[in-house]
């Protein structure tokens, strides 16, 4: 059974950084498209990045362009660097996976795996 585990969620200040990671188990070969989503309560679950089984493509949202970076670090881990951290981005964030290497749109119906979520908070 596929479970994903996020990690490294917490509270920080506006322009402060933090890193979540994603632990993927058990990994498939070759390895699946991966993404970060995020959901602030009352607001529907948005996209924030994908990363290919590959690693080689990257696809980031208009909010989070320029500030976050998703990568594949190990075969069963994905980080998601967030810099520069807004109040806005408040959220709960979710892995996700699809079934296949590549990806497509960043949208909640293409992934079938699903973490539990890990809270990040930023205060103004």
């Known amino acids: 059974q596929v479970r994903l585990v996020e990690s490294g969620g917490g509270s920080v200040q506006t322009g402060g950084s933090l890193r979540l990671s994603c632990s993927v188990s058990p990994y498939t070969y070759p390895l699946n498209c991966l993404a970060w989503f995020r959901q602030a309560p009352g607001k529907e679950r948005e996209g924030v990045a994908y990363?290919?089984?590959?690693?080689?493509?990257t696809y980031y949202a208009d909010s989070v362009k320029g500030r976050f970076t998703i990568s594949r670090v190990t075969e069963h881990t994905v980080t998601l660097q967030m810099n520069s951290l807004k109040p806005e981005d408040t959220a709960m964030y979710y892995c996700?996976?699809?079934?296949?290497?590549?990806?497509?749109?960043?949208?909640?119906?293409?992934?079938?795996?699903w973490g539990q979520g890990t809270q990040v908070t930023v205060s103004s």
């Open positions: 996700a996976r699809r079934g296949v290497p590549h990806c497509n749109a960043l949208e909640p119906a293409d992934f079938y795996y």
């Open positions: 990363i290919d089984g590959a690693g080689s493509i």
